[in-house]
Structures are given as C-alpha cells and as structure tokens.
C-alpha cells in the first residue's frame, strides 16, 4: 500500500522560484528519503532525514519532518529549469519490514 | 552513472515470449531490490533480496521469477506476460536494508505485446 503521499501532483514554476514540496504519510517510520527522477530514467537520491531530525540542508534543498504530524516538506530554493523532474517521497516504516515505500511524486516544471 | 547498471534498457515482447531483465551493481552493495514503475501509479517493490536471499516478495505474480546468483547480479525471469504488465522496470541496490539510501539503474522500458 502507500504509505507517502506527495502533494501536489503536479507544480509549475519560473527560473529562480522557490518550489516546496509535501509528503504525507501513515504509519510511524525510521527515516524518510526524498528522490528525484529524470523522465523516464532511474531515481536518484537526493536526501535522508532520520525519524529524530526536524531539518536538513543539502546545497539548495532543504528537507523538514514533523513526526508529529507525519508529514515532510522538501524546497528547493532558486530553481533552475534543470531542476524540472519528479520528486518522491520514500519512507522506511516500521510495519513495511524497513523496506523503503515511495509516494506517486510531484512532477516539478521549471521553465527558464 | 550510479554504479547499478541494467540491461535492456528497452524491451518489446510477445505475451508468449520468456526474455530476462538483467541487474548488475558495482558498489560492494548487499541489498538489491527490483521495482515496478506503471504510470500514473506509485513505484512498486516487487522483490528484495539480501544477502543473496529473498527478503520480500511483494504478491507478484509467479509469471515474474527473479533470481540472485551473487551479491552482484540480478535477474527478473519473465514469460507469459500481460499487457497491463508494459511498464518502467527498476533495480535498485543498497547497503543493508535499513537507514541507507538506495542507487537505481536506469531501468528498463518493457512493452508487452
């Protein structure tokens, strides 16, 4: 079943935008990752959060977590159109034997 | 270039046909994981195998038969096939199981016929 959910499905912005994303999810988990893929290419790891972690910074990413409301916001700041691709969100829970489970994605479009 | 390779990228089959996707990593990584992508749907685990042994095997139909020979290699063995089975398949690979991130390939296109 799917335990992230990423809000919105779809975002469109301009070159130097800030985009946020969201991920929602159900059940208690270890850590949560965030992903991005290229149209119709492999994931690419972007980032992990462990449970006991509000924020993290990776160069232009910054990945918050509320446990308390299961609930994940990736932004990216000063997009670039390179930056157009489909995040997901993967959590590692509890109850799904550790094994990583992604949401369905936020298809980001930067337009130059 | 993530260090996990698979072969074909792309794939065209009849649903008679058997073909073999081919998974082959080379990060030293215990852990390989085969996914499905369908559109408009969520990636979905299919198998995991650490070690070299099954760990999950996600109620994927036995008409998909994956095999581990090494720590290195992964094989997803097809035949008879559906057309609703046309999707973006992908390997993955990680150290351990828990607390890691994974490292896909690029996956392989397969359309069924």
């Known amino acids: 079943s799917q335990q992230g959910e990423e809000d919105p499905q779809a975002l469109s912005i301009q070159e130097g935008e800030n985009a946020t994303m969201n991920c929602s999810y159900k059940t208690s988990i270890n850590n949560l990752q965030w992903y991005r893929q290229n149209s119709g290419r492999g994931l690419v790891h972007l980032i992990l959060i462990r449970s006991n972690e509000r924020e993290k910074h990776s160069g232009r990413l910054r990945v918050t977590l509320d446990t308390s409301k299961k609930s994940s916001s990736l932004l990216i700041t000063a997009s670039r159109a390179a930056d157009t691709a489909s995040y997901f969100c993967a959590t590692e829970a509890h109850n799904a034997g550790n094994m990583l489970t992604f949401g369905g994605g936020t298809r980001l479009m930067v337009k130059p | 270039e993530t260090g996990v390779t698979q072969t074909p990228r792309h794939l065209v089959m009849g649903m008679t046909n058997k073909k073999s996707l081919k998974c082959e990593q080379h990060?030293?990584?215990?852990?390989m994981y085969w996914y499905k992508q369908s559109a408009k749907k969520p990636l979905e685990l299919m198998f995991v195998?650490?070690?070299?042994?099954?760990?999950e095997n996600n109620s994927v139909p036995s008409r998909f038969s994956p095999e581990c020979p090494n720590s290195s290699h992964l094989f997803l063995h097809l035949h008879t096939l559906q057309p609703e089975d046309s999707a973006l398949y992908l390997c993955?690979?990680?150290?351990?199981?828990?607390?890691?991130?994974?490292?896909f390939g690029q996956g392989t296109r397969l359309t069924v016929v």
């Open positions: 990060l030293g990584h215990n852990a």
């Open positions: 993955a690979s990680s150290q351990g199981l828990s607390l890691t991130e994974a490292f």
């Open positions: 195998y650490s070690l070299e042994e099954r760990v």
